[in-house]
């Protein structure tokens, strides 16, 4: 004890043994500041403790620590006490604190042995009433007590003789600033009044109502950012979903508006609708095996015009069966037909309402004219194919099973790539205007076959047709008189002949003359073993093609060739006879 002498504050740490008091009045509980530069309250002469108990409100001005301890390990020693004055080292109006007595805004002194206390009230303390203490007289200085506002502004002491004193500036501890019944505002920072609000225990300030709202915002902006990647995710994977597995209700595609069923009359479909009522479907039943191809109505009496080919397995005892394009079916019988030609002619009775097919000229026929092939491949009724007029007058044979020559067909044909397979046999070839130009009757497949009932291969975009023109005067014919007549030169054909052109024979079939006496070969002067090179100027290669191109005439029609004989060429011209069919 230095009774009489002020001392510098002296904290719990350095005096373990005995607990803190509450400092006086004006300063924050359990502050750790450094008292102010005010002078501190004279101690009672009953109170020989105040001095240890109660820390002084003013420093050393020239103190270069502000708060010294008196612990011999401080870096800090304590620096020496002033003398006394004649009041014992307090300021007159000191209040004196009794041994365990607490003043407003003090903590009572922990018990010996017990924990100290940390400088405030403890967390589960009841605070003690506010009591006010008396205003202290004027002494024309300020007093060390005070009005708050000074302090907790911050304003430093005026010292006795004038001067201000530097305030201490001692790191703030948390612990001992804190006051839970503190008003907001009123909690100090270094001996200063901080008004951002009461602290916490953690020692950070609460936050202010426009801090708590720019919080809330950001909050509000974080979740809503969040919320919509959710439900961007969310969507994309229900739409995903919806996409691969059609969503939650039954498909429905688009689809244009029905359209009027009419089209062009020079369109495959417009030919097709103009020449379907005309086209038929035979089923040949025979003893020994069936058939089954196509043809069309001649006329309204029921005739209708097809290939030899597709006839020939009814025979003499076989059946025919006619069906139209509406589904109808009617028997029909064999008017006529030709090997020659490979045509035929079949009629129906009882039937009404036929729609007889239109015939075109195939004389007008140009090469890469659009055509249109209707039949019944593979016995698939009212097929439509279209193409082109490949070539013209290309000449083909057909047939020869019988292997006397007897079946042979001999045809000036237009060959189209319009696909034309089995079943086809016979329907007709037609032009643009839905005109027959043609009959179907071969095709050339992969497997050499050149028959529609031998080639099996299928189109391969080589077809041919009968010349229409052909065909008309041969079905005349076959109605009319139930035969086909032939043009003929009147000469035998060397058909082993190898070289370009077609020779005539050295003899006849049975040993004959190769040239018919009084026939037109003989008044033309054509002799055997001459060859015939040219037909109206076209050039033959061959016995057959001979043949093709006479028979593409009617009897009676004048025929100008050229004739090779001993090397030397010379031109002749003949009528052309007629020879009766099969």
């Not at 020939?312 to 028997?331: C, L, N």
């Not at 099996?456 to 975009?461: L, R």
């Not at 033959?540 to 060429?569: F, Q, Y």
């Amino acid at each position: 004890m230095n009774e009489g002498r002020p001392t510098k504050a002296k904290w719990w740490r350095s005096r373990p043994e005995a607990a803190d008091t509450a400092p006086a009045h004006g300063t924050e509980p359990d502050s750790r500041h450094p008292a102010d530069t005010t002078p501190a309250h004279p101690a009672e002469p009953d109170s020989p403790d105040l001095a240890d108990t109660a820390p002084a409100h003013r420093t050393e001005p020239d103190s270069p620590h502000p708060a010294a301890s008196s612990d011999p390990h401080s870096p800090h020693p304590a620096a020496p006490a002033r003398e006394a004055d004649g009041t014992g080292g307090f300021p007159a109006g000191a209040t004196t604190l009794a041994e365990g007595a607490s003043v407003h805004g003090t903590a009572p002194k922990a018990p010996v042995g017990g924990i100290p206390a940390q400088g405030g009230t403890p967390f589960d303390a009841v605070p003690p009433p506010l009591v006010p203490e008396p205003e202290p007289e004027s002494s024309g200085s300020p007093d060390p007590m005070s009005p708050m506002s000074e302090l907790l502004d911050g304003a430093a002491s005026t010292a006795p003789g004038g001067s201000a004193e530097p305030v201490e500036d001692v790191t703030p501890d948390p612990w001992r600033n804190y006051d839970p019944w503190a008003a907001p505002g009123s909690a100090r920072n270094n001996g200063r009044l901080d008004r951002s609000g009461a602290f916490q225990q953690n020692g950070v300030a609460v936050p202010t109502v426009a801090q708590r709202r720019g919080r809330a915002r950001k909050a509000l902006v974080l979740g809503a950012v969040a919320l919509a990647l959710v439900s961007g995710g969310v969507g994309g994977a229900v739409g995903a979903y919806l996409e691969r597995n059609g969503g939650l209700r039954d498909i429905e595609l688009p689809q244009a508006a029905k359209e009027a069923p009419g089209r062009a009359p020079d369109s495959v479909a417009g030919i097709a609708a103009h020449a379907l009522p005309s086209v038929v479907t035979l089923h040949v039943h025979g003893s020994e095996e069936d058939g089954t191809g196509t043809g069309f109505v001649l006329d309204a009496e029921g005739h209708i015009l097809t290939n030899n080919h597709v006839i020939e397995p009814a025979g003499g005892t076989g059946t025919i069966t006619v069906t139209f394009s509406g589904g109808e079916s009617a028997r029909a019988r064999v008017v006529g037909h030709d090997s020659g030609y490979d045509l035929a002619v079949v009629k129906v009775s009882g039937v009404h309402g036929l729609a007889p097919m239109p015939l075109g000229n195939s004389d007008s026929v140009q090469v890469g004219d659009p055509v249109v092939a209707i039949g019944a491949p593979f016995d698939l009724a009212n097929t439509v194919t279209s193409g082109i007029i490949s070539a013209k007058e290309r000449p083909i044979t057909a047939g020869g099973d019988k292997g006397d020559g007897t079946d042979v067909s001999y045809v000036d044909a237009l060959q189209t790539d319009a696909p034309i397979n089995p079943g086809n046999s016979g329907g007709p070839l037609l032009d643009s205007r839905a005109r027959v130009i043609g009959i179907n009757s071969a095709i050339r497949s992969a497997d050499s076959g050149s028959d529609l009932e031998t080639g099996q291969a299928g189109s391969i975009g080589l077809g041919f047709a009968i010349p229409v023109n052909q065909a008309k005067r041969v079905a005349e014919e076959l109605i009319n008189t139930g035969r086909a007549t032939h043009p003929v030169i009147g000469v035998t054909l060397d058909m082993n002949y190898s070289g370009d052109g077609a020779r005539v024979g050295t003899k006849a079939a049975g040993g004959g003359a190769p040239v018919t006496a009084g026939g037109p070969g003989a008044r033309a002067g054509i002799r055997a073993g001459d060859v015939i090179t040219e037909v109206d100027g076209t050039r033959v290669h061959s016995g057959e093609e001979l043949i093709v191109k006479t028979r593409a005439h009617r009897p009676g029609d004048h025929l100008r060739l050229t004739v090779r004989r001993g090397g030397a060429d010379r031109k002749v011209t003949l009528v052309l006879g007629s020879a009766d069919g099969d």
